[in-house]
């Protein structure tokens, strides 16, 4: 008996996951003790890959590798045989007092010119994935997008 992957599964621990991250966003920012990206990219990974291991792979870059080859903080590929979809990404945290990012120009550009040689060479998907506070004006309301209407019945 195979396993399929569940997008329904896999959606709703992205879910978890934001969640996660937009209350420990708001905790660092009240308790004025931070938290870096570093941080919430190692507890949404590990937590990603203890429930989806059987289709999300995983490699996650060290600072070195990040800063000299794939500008990136991590490699998913998510699928199963035959059928993977292969994401480089690099994460940054929106600051909660400006809502600004930082770092999107990080030195000088250098990192998403990495970040996308990388992802050309390798013939991957270059993403920014943004950890921010959630407000009522900044979420979406569900399936709001046509698109996405039927996303349940794609199991």
């Not at 966003?25 to 890959?49: C, F, P, Q």
């Not at 990012?101 to 000088?108: A, G, I, Q, T, V």
Request: hydrophobic share 35%.
């Amino acid at each position: 008996m195979s396993i399929k992957l569940s997008l329904s599964d896999l959606c709703a621990t992205f879910q978890e996951c934001t969640l996660w991250t937009n209350n420990i966003i708001k905790d660092s920012l009240s308790s004025r003790l931070g938290i870096l990206e570093e941080s919430i990219t190692d507890i949404n990974l590990v937590t990603i890959a203890r429930k989806h291991s059987d289709f999300i792979l995983t490699k996650k870059f060290s600072r070195r590798e990040e800063g000299s080859q794939s500008g990136a903080d991590w490699l998913w590929c998510i699928g199963e045989p035959g059928a993977w979809l292969s994401l480089l990404v690099q994460a940054k945290v929106v600051n909660p007092d400006t809502s600004t990012c930082r770092f999107l120009n990080y030195r000088s550009g250098e990192q998403r010119r990495l970040l996308l040689n990388f992802a050309r060479h390798y013939r991957l998907f270059p993403l920014y994935c943004l950890y921010s506070q959630i407000t009522d004006e900044l979420y979406p309301p569900s399936k709001s997008l046509p698109s996405l209407s039927n996303v349940d019945s794609l199991e």
